[in-house]
């Protein structure tokens, strides 16, 4: 059974860091491509990274140059490092896992999510 676990999350005020992990079981990260995605209260569930099974990464525009995606195959694991954070990141955070190399197009499998929460 696949499961995709996010830790790292918490409350920080605005300015600090926090560093996201998903633990992925039953899958490679070799073989998926793995992305962030979060959803703020009320607000539609949006994408924030993804690296693919090459190691390429990308970001959206309200993120990118304070985020970066990473991962450790031989964990299975993938980070968000989250700097310089302000509180319009408050959110709760998803990883998920796409089969292949492409990351665009529908994602295979979600985890629980983590919270973010960002005081000004």
């Known amino acids: 059974q696949v499961q995709l676990v996010e830790s790292g999350g918490g409350s920080v005020q605005a300015g600090g860091s926090l560093r996201l992990s998903c633990a992925a079981s039953?899958?490679?990260?070799?073989?998926?491509?793995m992305g962030w995605f979060r959803q703020a209260p009320g607000k539609q569930r949006e994408w924030v990274s993804h690296?693919?099974?090459?190691?390429?990464?990308s970001y959206a525009s309200s993120v990118k140059g304070r985020f970066i995606i990473s991962k450790d195959k031989a964990k299975d694991t993938v980070y968000l490092q989250m700097n310089s954070l302000k509180p319009e990141d408050t959110a709760m955070y998803y990883c998920a896992a796409r089969g292949g190399s492409s990351c665009y197009g529908q994602w295979d499998y979600w985890g629980q999510g983590t919270q973010v929460t960002v005081a000004s």
């Open positions: 039953s899958i490679s990260t070799k073989s998926y491509c």
């Open positions: 690296i693919t099974t090459d190691g390429i990464t």
